[in-house]
């Protein structure tokens, strides 16, 4: 009987030391990865703002506008390693239920890294668009270092800095800024008049854009728990700035922070559950099952020589 209870200890205490490992490395990677049928809807919003307004051809300031995001996942372009995604964000002055600008982008990512993929169309405002760096998210287990991250307006890929550890709304979250210098988007063909300058007729501007955006993200998962942008566009004329585009500071609201972290909730619970804390469990428990079972059976194999021997 002591050796029946003996086998079954060691038996269990190898199937544990066994488990271990394969669920720090293969159960706990297998949750490490992007969701294939990802959606959501963020909202950012901006006191205060300064626009020009195409459609009525005047700077309105101290504007209150939001902008809407919807983030969708294309399962069928997507893979078991990259997954894709289709962006949709659009901007209203929700005072004057006014559409100030819309943009899109297509993108693949690296299921667990979070990296730009060249694959599926990429694109921004429907325009191919080679996309490297961050695409969208970070890695699962982020590091306290700078990343490359992709600025999809200025469609280029410039360094995104760690920038310390704060804590949003009861999370701990790494805090990554990245500054967009002054940068050529586009051209815009507008009146002399309007942008105080002598003459008559139109005349061609640079339209340029900065920012600087700043990533409150949830290290375990790697998402985005808040973000803010504070953005600024003008036309230019010989390098001169003449008119304000777009001028704001906008955060995320309360809402949509609030979304973000139930959304990572289920990663910060189970990736280090499945990383640390259970497989130090089996590893401890293994060890004392094959302990006490090696135990069991030296003693169960004495007691069984002694007995033999007076009978003997």
Same mark, same amino acid.
């Given at each position: ?41 963020? /909202? ?212 949509? /922070? ?55």
């Amino acid at each position: 009987m002591r050796r029946t209870v003996a086998a079954v200890c060691i038996a269990l205490g190898v199937f544990s030391l066994v488990l271990a490992p394969l669920m720090r490395f293969w159960m706990a990677s297998a949750v490490m990865k992007t969701p294939m049928d990802y959606y959501s809807e963020k /909202v950012v919003r901006g006191e205060n703002v300064t626009y020009f307004s195409a459609e009525e051809l005047e700077l309105i300031e101290g504007a209150t506008v939001e902008g809407y995001t919807t983030l969708r996942a294309d399962v069928a372009a997507s893979d078991s390693d990259t997954v894709v995604w289709d962006q949709f964000t659009w901007i209203e002055d929700i005072d004057r239920d006014f559409a100030i600008t819309s943009s899109s982008r297509r993108a693949g990512h690296d299921r667990v890294t979070g990296e730009a993929v060249d694959c599926c169309d990429a694109s921004v405002n429907e325009e191919p668009v080679a996309q490297t760096g961050q695409a969208f998210k970070f890695p699962f287990l982020t590091e306290k270092k700078d990343y490359e991250f992709f600025d999809a307006t200025a469609k280029e890929t410039e360094p995104i800095e760690f920038a310390g550890e704060e804590e949003v709304e009861g999370v701990t979250t790494y805090k990554f800024v990245q500054e967009i210098e002054p940068t050529k988007v586009g051209e815009r063909e507008m009146p002399r008049s309007l942008l105080g300058m002598d003459g008559d007729g139109d005349v061609v501007t640079d339209e340029m854009y900065s920012v600087t955006r700043t990533y409150w993200i949830e290290p375990t998962s790697g998402a985005p728990i808040t973000v803010t942008e504070e953005q600024h566009r003008g036309a230019f004329v010989d390098g001169e700035e003449r008119l304000v585009l777009f001028d704001g500071d906008m955060r995320m609201t309360d809402e949509t /922070v609030q979304a973000n972290i139930d959304n990572a909730e289920q990663g910060m619970t189970m990736i280090p559950l499945l990383r640390t804390v259970l497989p130090l469990v089996l590893l401890a428990a293994g060890a004392v099952l094959v302990g006490v079972g090696a135990v069991l059976w030296l003693v169960g194999g004495g007691r069984g020589g002694a007995a033999a021997a007076r009978h003997g």
